[in-house]
């Protein structure tokens, strides 16, 4: 049994890079090692959601390996804004953490969606609750129609894909967030299996066993590859959709990350067990998705059946 430490301060965290780095000496830990994790949530940047969405996924993962993890934060303030935030997005809840809200909660429909565990059984609620905040905040009709494909594509990927039976039983963790001064939405999914590399390698009928990791990140962003389990189209679709709406799309699994904003578009990057997709999404660049997406007319249907399913009712502030 061995004790060990992790300090995560997030005012020196500018990326999931930078953060991630401060997991590894965690992943290697067995069931009884101690692990204590000190987090200082009163950073001067932004505090974003999907930073502590990864905090969480990794104390999640590693809990559930038996190993011991005890939560601090440093310099807590109750009553801060940045904390009052983490606890509405429910980051405190989903690492154990109790703390005592003192603000009463109004309806996150819309504006973001809280920080929550996916399984099949929840898919399609969450990606209802993500497309609200894509329709409320008026993303063009054109990056909706290719959105409403591609975000179910990467839920299903992880139900799908990330554990090793390809039952369909993988989970996962998700949060979205719109920043109306910066036109930006926020969204990642992640989650703690087998990552790219093993589940593009052995599936029982892949035609890829014979691909290097870096080779299988770089790869799972071309048509029409796939581990036998789909069509392959799926993460092509997001980043060429991503990419003309000059938003960003990183995916990192293992020891690599593709990231579509970078001169390097696959690099060596800290460990990370598991995958997770991360998306920014500029909310007024208009697309032509015609040559990505063949089937318009059937799309249109489904994002005006959507439309008439969500409702737009008590959109009010966080607390």
């Known amino acids: 049994m061995s004790d060990s430490s992790i300090n995560i301060d997030l005012n020196n965290i500018t990326s999931h890079n930078e953060l991630i780095n401060h997991f590894n000496p965690g992943f290697s830990l067995k069931r009884g090692d101690n692990l204590s994790i000190y987090i ?12 502590l969405l990864l905090i969480s996924c990794f104390i999640n993962n590693i809990s559930s390996k038996g190993v011991n993890v005890t939560t601090k934060f440093l310099d807590f303030k ?3 804004n940045r904390t009052k935030y983490a606890s509405r997005i429910n980051f405190f809840k989903s690492i154990g953490f109790d703390y005592e809200e003192n603000f009463n909660r109004n309806y996150s429909n819309g504006r973001f969606t809280e920080m929550i565990f996916f399984d ?22 054109n990056l909706l129609i290719g959105l409403d494909f591609c975000i179910w594509e990467i839920i299903d990927n992880t139900i799908n894909h990330s554990e090793s039976s390809f039952s369909y ?60 389990e789909g069509m392959g189209f799926g993460l092509w679709a997001t980043a060429e959709l991503i990419k003309k709406n000059n938003g960003r799309l990183i995916i990192h699994s293992g020891n690599y990350q593709l990231d579509t904003k970078s001169d390097e578009l696959v690099k060596k990057s800290p460990y990370w067990e598991g995958t997770y997709t991360f998306i920014t999404i500029n909310t007024l660049n208009k697309i032509d998705y015609s040559n ?18 969500i409702s737009y009712d008590n959109l009010d502030d966080l607390w």
């Open 120 to 141: 099949k059984n929840n898919a399609t609620d969450i990606f209802n609750s993500i497309m609200s905040v894509l329709i409320r905040n008026s993303v063009n009709e």
């Open 292 to 309: 990505v997406f063949n089937d318009v007319e059937t799309r249109i249907d489904l994002l005006n059946e959507k439309k008439e399913e």
């Open 78 to 80: 109750h009553d801060s």
């Open 169 to 228: 039983n993988g989970k996962g963790f998700v949060c979205a967030q719109f920043y109306p001064y910066r036109h930006e939405i926020r969204l990642i999914i992640a989650d703690s299996g087998i990552g790219i590399h093993k589940s593009l390698t052995t599936h029982p009928n892949t035609k890829y066993a014979n691909l290097s990791e870096e080779e299988a990140i770089r790869n799972s962003i071309q048509r029409g590859i796939t581990n036998s």
């Open 40 to 51: 200082n949530l009163n950073t001067f940047n932004q505090l974003y959601p999907d930073y």
